[in-house]
């Protein structure tokens, strides 16, 4: 099977991932990313113009002809270059800012017309109210796994004695909302005795992030907006707690998951990194982890596009 990739953002952990996973299952692709660079080295985002869309378009119509079976419009933006060509299926995945954002309409339009779209979360698929697949993005379950505590924290050099709260993102990212992670440890440090260290995560390969997340005692997910937060999954693949945001599929991940809660305001937050602090224990989220591997996901996407070929 030959797949034709559209994306804004190539180098995105998750977007990785699924392209091994699918050359892994025997799909050929190649990818083709709108021109311009969004991203800042602090983790910031810079919107494209409409002239690096614009460019992008005829791009995408000649590769087109080169003998794909199917366009992949990764991420909303892309879905009007998908489908404007007119010889091959189209299957539209949604990735959360993209339908919950302010070009939500464009997507909803766009996904209207795609032979299939796929979405992060059933929060998603309501958004849409449209059919779809619900396929969140998979989790490498052999790169993220439980590590002893005591040597995550040697190798990072991080105090043993210390509670560690984790936020895995730069602090440049608008959406991930920084500011209020950061006012939500400074009120746990006020109700604590021992200390709290506050760790972000800026330009580290991603192949160290499982040494943070064993490293941690509670990841602190504050984002506004989300479809399905890779960095939860994960942590819940190394049986790290989470205490996040009431976004994307994190009810469903979190749902059962020892010393891990949703929050819906800040002092919800507050409670919910304090217990994890107090408890001092690993979660139990492994288990829950593995419906989100990324053979999993990856073999329910080949199913999509089989099913768009057939």
């Not at 490498?140 to 505590?149: A, H, I, N, V, Y």
């Not at 760790?199 to 040494?211: A, D, K, Y």
């Not at 009431?246 to 800040?266: F, N, W, Y």
Request: hydrophobic fraction near 40%; include cysteine.
């Amino acid at each position: 099977m030959q797949v034709l990739n559209l994306v804004t953002n190539e180098r995105a952990r998750f977007f990785r991932q699924q392209r091994a996973t699918l050359r892994s299952l025997g799909v050929e692709e190649t990818t083709l990313t709108v021109p311009g660079d969004h991203t800042y080295d602090n983790g910031s985002t810079n919107e494209r113009s409409a002239v690096d869309y614009l460019k992008f378009l005829p791009q995408v119509v000649r590769r087109s002809l080169d003998g794909y079976d199917l366009v992949h419009a990764n991420y909303g933006l892309t879905a009007p270059h998908a489908l404007a060509q007119a010889r091959l299926p189209v299957v539209l995945s949604l990735w959360g800012t993209d339908l919950m954002g302010k070009y939500g309409w464009l997507a909803r339009a766009c996904a209207s017309r795609a032979d299939a779209v796929v979405v992060m979360s059933e929060r998603m698929a309501a958004e849409l109210d449209g059919p779809c697949h619900v396929i969140p993005h998979g989790v490498d379950l052999d790169l993220f796994e439980p590590m002893p505590t005591d040597d995550a924290r040697a190798e990072l050099g991080w105090d043993a004695d210390a509670g560690h709260v984790l936020f895995p993102y730069p602090p440049g990212r608008g959406v991930k909302d920084y500011p209020r992670a950061e006012r939500v440890v400074g009120r746990v440090r006020e109700r604590l005795d021992g200390e709290v260290a506050f760790h972000t995560v800026t330009g580290e390969p991603h192949e160290r992030m499982p040494l943070y997340m064993n490293a941690a005692d509670v990841l602190l997910l504050t984002s506004r907006r989300e479809g399905s937060p890779n960095a939860v999954k994960e942590a819940l693949a190394c049986n790290l707690p989470v205490v996040g945001t009431d976004v994307g599929d994190v009810p469903e991940r979190l749902d059962g998951v020892a010393h891990s809660r949703v929050a819906r305001s800040d002092a919800e937050l507050v409670d919910g990194v304090v217990a994890a602090l107090r408890a001092g224990e690993r979660s139990d989220g492994r288990a829950a982890a593995e419906e989100v591997s990324a053979t999993e996901t990856g073999a329910r996407l080949l199913a999509v596009y089989e099913e768009v070929l057939s």
